[in-house]
């Protein structure tokens, strides 16, 4: 079965740096784009960037672009997201799903990492 195993979050001040770590299993990983999601408590799960399979076709959402970096190991099954210069409103759970733009397996979340940005 697809499973998704976040890790990589943490408290951070305002202007710090995090990388976080996705590994997947169950689907043939180097086949499918993937992409970082974050959700707080009172919003749904938003897009934040993806790639396709072979780390192109890149994209972000318009308030992390030029901050976070996307990419992909395939032959690790891992996507990481590089976040710099973090503000308060990147404090959310990030998750990270198949697909480019659209959760491939959007019943298959994993349980996310934290990210908490604060002074």
């Known amino acids: 079965q697809v499973r998704f195993v976040e890790s990589g979050g943490d408290s951070v001040q305002p202007g710090g740096s995090l990388t976080l770590v996705c590994t997947a299993s169950?689907?043939?990983?180097?086949?499918?784009?993937m992409s970082w999601w974050r959700q707080t408590p009172d919003k749904e799960r938003d897009f934040v960037a993806g790639?396709?399979?072979?780390?192109?076709?890149?994209n972000y959402a318009a308030s992390v672009k030029g901050r976070f970096t996307i990419s992909r190991d395939n032959a690790k099954k891992t996507v990481y997201l590089q976040m710099n210069a973090l503000k308060p409103e990147d404090t959310a759970t990030y998750f990270c799903n198949g697909g480019s733009w659209t959760p491939q397996w959007g019943d298959s979340w994993g349980s996310g990492t934290r990210v908490t940005v604060s002074s």
């Open positions: 790639l396709d399979f072979s780390g192109g076709a890149i």
């Open positions: 169950g689907f043939t990983f180097s086949a499918f784009g």
